[in-house]
């Protein structure tokens, strides 16, 4: 094995998640998720779509794998939806429920598409969201524990690679911050307060895997974006350090040395704001290890300091609604937050960017794989990478050009992490087929695989390859020897 080659069983990959894919929401058993409840309540996603049919993956499942097969997939990323499995997310199996995901994992695997199983992607059942608060109280946490014994014992023969949760900082922080997630609060003490409990559950959940799964693999799929001072004053550097702190260690720390980082948790516990810890807490958190390290990646974020009082260049508004979560956080307009954040997020000058207004930075991405691995030497798994985009069908075709460039310009930027050093299980893009995007309905698609739907109506749900389906497979094919646009 070169360290300038892909290996051999690199796992080339793309991923999804449940409520953007699956539809057939209330059936054979399943019970709501928090966002069943949230995309139905006027006014909380773009023009009101919701996961009510999706792409009807759920009915059309077949249909979807022998696509992924014909494309030459070596990986497929999906998520597990809680309520299908236990529809009120404690008590009694669906055993109709588990019967989808034990059909889709056979499908994958006599396609030799190794499944990759994200356990929690955000649709959290409705009924623990009423009952405990969601992830606002530890009584859910033997709720989560007992789902994730129903998945492993269910499907550890066939299932290798596992992620605990998907995004925990996004999710966390647009349902707590932000209020552009359910539960829809603005709440910082509340914020860290239930990733605190996220936390737990993660650890909880590898250690039950590691006694029931052993020859398993699992580790959390964290957004990381590396952190970039505006200039080379001190000041904007110190800015840069607090950015990186915030919005990555916070949560890699204790993934993967069971513990947050010292000065932030000191300024949290100056504002009052930071989560109850115990002494218990801290040996379960040290106790558990993530396998390998999920990083989905989309762009860094550059910081100023805001100890000058200079101003703020914002960010270019484009005509889109929903806020961009990977922006470095605090935003600008939160400076005067208790957690007194000592940094203003900035666009980066050297940087261009999608139409979508978010930044294209490939050379970030390697900068991120390295960052990463340096700090914690893992196997890294990228298990999220792609361009969102306004697709249009022409003459039912989508040429895609620019998600091909993008692709390309990342694949690349990986290869050379890998020659630097860095250990690398697989890539999968985000996503196999056009979802539903949680604010952005589908107006903004990420896929391989045109879905012909739009916000207004369901048409036809015809799947159509677009040319980055092509280009994707050719890249496969050669296993990343030559990666061209
Ligand atoms: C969207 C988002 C998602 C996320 C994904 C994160 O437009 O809804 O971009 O597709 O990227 O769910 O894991």
Request: proline letters at 5%; aromatic letters at 14%; hydrophobic letters at 40%.
């Amino acid at each position: 094995q070169k360290l300038d080659e892909f290996q051999k069983n690199f796992l080339w990959g793309a991923a999804s998640a449940a409520y953007q894919i699956e539809g057939a929401y209330q059936e054979d058993g399943k019970g709501l998720s928090i966002w069943d409840e949230y995309a139905h309540q006027p006014g909380n996603t773009f023009k009101g779509t919701t996961g009510d049919v999706a792409i009807d993956h759920y009915h059309r499942v077949e249909e979807d794998v022998a696509l992924m097969a014909k494309m030459g997939l070596k990986a497929y990323r999906f998520s597990v939806a809680w309520s299908r499995v236990i529809p009120d997310g404690e008590g009694d199996v669906n055993e109709a429920g588990l019967a989808f995901y034990r059909k889709l994992i056979t499908l994958l695997k006599q396609n030799q598409i190794e499944p990759v199983l994200t356990i929690y992607h955000w649709d959290l059942p409705l009924a623990l969201q009423k009952k405990y608060n969601g992830w606002g109280s530890r009584e859910i946490i033997p709720a989560f524990e007992k789902y994730c014994r129903t998945l492993f014992s269910a499907f550890k023969d066939d299932v290798k690679y596992w992620v605990t949760f998907n995004e925990q900082n996004v999710f966390t922080s647009m349902g707590y911050r932000w209020a552009q997630h359910p539960p829809k609060v603005t709440d910082i003490k509340r914020m860290y307060a239930a990733n605190h409990i996220i936390n737990l559950a993660n650890a909880t959940a590898i250690n039950l895997f590691h006694e029931l799964v052993p020859n398993g693999q699992i580790g959390p799929s964290f957004g990381y974006g590396p952190v970039y001072p505006l200039t080379g004053d001190p000041n904007d550097v110190l800015a840069a350090v607090n950015a990186n702190d915030f919005n990555n260690n916070w949560w890699l720390d204790v993934y993967c040395r069971g513990e947050y980082p010292y000065f932030m948790l000191k300024q949290l516990q100056k504002a009052g704001i930071a989560p109850e810890i115990t002494a218990d807490d801290q040996v379960l958190l040290k106790s558990a290890k993530p396998d390998f390290l999920g990083i989905n990646y989309y762009h860094g974020g550059t910081v100023q300091t805001n100890r000058l009082q200079k101003p703020v260049k914002e960010a270019e508004q484009k005509d889109f609604s929903a806020t961009d979560p990977y922006l470095m956080q605090p935003k600008a307009d939160q400076a005067q937050s208790p957690e007194v954040p000592m940094f203003n997020s900035v666009s980066n000058p050297y940087l261009d960017k999608t139409a979508w207004g978010w930044e294209i930075d490939p050379v970030g991405f390697r900068v991120a794989l390295r960052q990463v691995y340096e700090k914690y030497r893992l196997p890294l798994f990228v298990t999220e990478n792609g361009l969102g985009a306004v697709d249009e069908l022409v003459d039912g075709k989508v040429d895609d050009q620019y998600r091909i460039d993008y692709l390309a310009q990342h694949v690349k930027t990986m290869k050379e992490a890998i020659t630097d050093g860095v250990e690398m299980i697989g890539y999968c893009a985000w996503s196999f087929s056009d979802i539903l995007s949680w604010l952005n309905g589908y107006k903004k698609r990420y896929g391989f695989v045109y879905v012909n739907r739009d916000d207004d109506s369901q048409k036809d749900l015809k799947r159509i390859p677009k040319a980055s389906y092509y280009w994707y497979q050719q890249l496969i094919a050669q296993n990343g020897a030559q990666i061209t646009a």
